[in-house]
């Protein structure tokens, strides 16, 4: 399914080569020098160029980029569901939960860590139900399958897995076909299928971004009050700053297939270090601020792995100069707890830039 | 209810259209009805008095809408005429006729269907497989392969070399359901044969584009075992609309089970027709096409309503 690496390019020797350290963690998720290329065709383009990024137990970790960053496919490659006849993953790519290592698993293999430890819920309610069964029985059906579990006890697992993600009408919901939910009802079914299994980690692509601004806001808090609860760890990847705002602890900043800052959320949204956050926070309207005018990032983000040298930022960079045109920046740590690959960030204090 | 009297409305317009075209294309082809009656008689001068009767007898000496006006009159009220050569009512040959047709479809799909259906389904779960490929070269061959061409490389074995089962005819299930089935076995084989061909491209086409839908993606992330995310998610969500192509089937077939009737000397609606134009018989002829096409868009749009009551979309 996934080409074959070196599984000793887990830990410490993948992390060795890199100058960053990582975030405080003890090894729960981890995901290390991940690499993805698309082959279509005679074409090879990359959709992860270079991502690490750690999930520590009960934490909620925030993957943030723009569309096209490879975010999604960051978090589809955690659980080995690239189409494995079109992506390839790179050299020293690395994931691993509690101590296993994914990449290189037998599908046999990742299926026992599908769904039971690992959850993954996807970006599109309407199409990731499937439309011609209800919803219980196809969520109920990882149960049965998996878990050899009979029908009734089944459906008593997937009524308190639609309690749980606060549908309160579980005995309609349940014997639903999903065109006859509302989209937010559906998003929730779907948190909820991926709970069925008690996962410790669930991996959320954009739960949130096909709704409606209100059922966001429900949705997200719903979604906070399970994870602290069931002390979960969740990856949550959006293109949404102000969203991992207020949800997660940890925050990951990806631009054009790599990250390109890290740090706590808080910090990273007080004052952010590289100028790609920067203005991604600039594009996020705020309530407090008063009438200002909405900062647009000029230009658009180059496909990833197309530009060979220097930082990919640097054509839509004000700050960007020779240097950064010609040597990619590399990780290194900033600050205790922050990780940065920009050669001019920003210096909080002062306004200064480094060099 | 509004949908209902659509469909009716829709069914009634098919019926007109199909009449005028049959009517008209009959009256076009050359060949008079009244000179192959009265046989090679006709090539006499001193016949001309005769056949001028026998036209004006058969209602052909008045104007073409005359003529047509005249039948479906009488059509309307259930009367197809009398073949004018046997003198046999039309309806009686063609309810006569039609269950055998309708054997010959009816088994072939009942026999290609669960093939089809395992070998589209399985083919595209191994799309990029050997297996697929095999399947993917069986649909081709199937199709290519013209099933009058199939029958008669059966009746070579089965028939003439191993002597198992007769080379043609019929017998009613009522008769005698053994003889039945005996003279059924060859040109349903060979009919499903090539019915295969066409339905398991239907299904794997199908297969191979749910497979790629993000509800199935939502399935492998599940962790699901694969044999329970084609067997049952794939399976299902594909061969729902199965169901209309089948029933379309239906109506393509009966054009193609004229050849398998002609070969395997089955007195099916196919026979009827092509002996009634041979023999510028007209009123079998319309009457047959007509009857059949109600048949045709019957089983059709019953095909159609189960689909819309299995689809759960589309139920409401």
């Known amino acids: 399914m996934i080409r074959q690496h070196a599984g000793s390019g887990r830990s410490e020797l993948a992390l060795g080569r890199r100058t960053s350290s990582e975030a405080p963690t003890e090894r729960f998720f981890q995901i290390s020098n991940l690499a993805v290329s698309f082959r279509s065709g005679d074409t090879q383009s990359l959709g992860v160029v270079d991502c690490s990024l750690a999930v520590s137990e009960a934490t909620r970790v925030g993957l943030i980029g723009e569309s096209g960053s490879g975010k999604s496919v960051t978090a589809l490659a955690a659980l080995g569901l690239l189409d494995p006849t079109t992506a390839t993953l790179g050299e020293s790519s690395s994931i691993s939960f509690m101590g296993r290592e994914l990449v290189g698993m037998t599908l046999g293999e990742l299926r026992e860590i599908r769904g039971s430890e690992i959850a993954i819920v996807f970006q599109d309610p309407m199409n990731a139900l499937n439309p011609v069964f ?61 709970l069925l299994e008690r996962p410790r980690l669930l991996i959320a692509d954009e739960p949130t971004s096909a709704l409606d601004v209100t059922v966001q806001a429900d949705i997200l808090s719903m979604l906070h009050s399970v994870v602290t609860e069931r002390r979960m760890s969740i990856l949550l990847v959006t293109h949404d700053i102000g969203v991992v705002a207020q949800f997660c602890d940890y925050l990951y900043v990806m631009y054009a297939g790599r990250i390109v800052e890290s ?34 990032l000029p230009g658009s983000q180059p496909v990833a792995g197309r530009a060979n040298a220097g930082c990919a930022f640097a054509p839509r960079c004000s700050r960007a100069d020779g240097l950064c045109r010609h040597l990619t920046p590399k990780m290194v740590t900033h600050s205790p707890g922050r990780n940065l690959a920009c050669h001019h960030p920003e210096i909080p204090s002062t306004g200064r830039t480094l060099e | ?61 008045r104007s073409l809408p005359v003529q047509y006006g005249i039948w479906t009159k009488r059509v309307v009220m259930g009367d197809f005429g009398a073949s ?115 339905l398991t491209r239907y299904v794997y086409a199908e297969a191979i584009e749910v497979r790629r839908q993000p509800y199935i993606r939502t399935a492998h992330a599940e962790g699901l075992p694969g044999r329970v995310i084609e067997l049952r998610f794939v399976a299902r969500n594909a061969l729902i609309p199965l169901i209309a192509v089948a029933g379309a089937q239906v109506g393509a077939l009966i054009g193609g089970a004229v050849l398998s009737e002609q070969l395997f000397g089955l007195p099916g609606v196919g026979q009827l027709v092509l002996n009634g134009v041979l023999g510028r018989d007209y009123q079998v002829v319309q009457g047959t096409v007509l009857i059949t096409t109600v048949f045709v868009l019957l089983i059709t749009e019953v095909a159609e309503v189960a689909y819309r009551l299995v689809d759960p979309r589309l139920r409401t």
């Open chain 1, 134 to 194: 209800r919803v219980g029985d196809q969520m109920a059906a990882a149960l049965r399958a998996k878990h050899k579990m009979s029908r009734s006890d089944a459906r008593q697992r997937v009524l308190e897995a639609l309690h749980s993600v606060e549908i309160h009408a579980s005995e309609r919901v349940i014997d639903a076909y999903p065109h006859q939910l509302s989209g937010g009802m559906r998003q929730r079914v779907l948190i909820g299928a991926a």
């Open chain 1, 263 to 296: 740090g706590p959320a808080r910090e990273i949204i007080s004052s952010p270090l590289h100028p790609y956050t920067i203005g991604l926070l600039g594009c996020t309207p705020s309530l407090e601020g008063g009438r200002r005018r909405l900062v647009t």
């Open chain 2, 1 to 61: 209810m509004r949908l209902i009297a659509l469909r009716t409305g829709r069914l009634i317009g098919l019926l007109w259209l199909v009449s005028v075209l049959v009517f008209l294309a009959l009256r076009l082809s050359p060949g008079d009805p009244a000179a192959m009656l009265l046989g090679p008689k006709s090539g006499r001068v001193d016949i001309e008095p005769a056949l001028a009767e026998l036209r004006s007898q058969m209602g052909l000496d």
């Open chain 2, 84 to 198: 004018n050569r046997s003198g046999v009512p039309v309806r009686e040959m063609v309810f006569e006729a039609l269950p055998v047709t309708l054997w010959l479809i009816g088994l072939a799909l009942v026999v290609a269907l669960p093939i089809s259906i395992f070998l589209g389904i399985v083919g595209a779960a191994n799309e990029r497989r050997a297996i697929g490929r095999v399947v993917r070269l069986i649909a081709t061959i199937s199709l290519a392969t013209p099933a009058f061409w199939i029958g008669i490389i059966l009746i070579e074995i089965f028939a003439v070399k191993l002597d198992w089962l007769p080379a043609g005819g019929y017998v009613s299930l009522l008769d005698s359901p053994v003889e039945f089935a005996e003279h059924m076995v060859l040109p349903v084989a060979a009919l499903a044969t090539f019915m295969i061909g066409v």
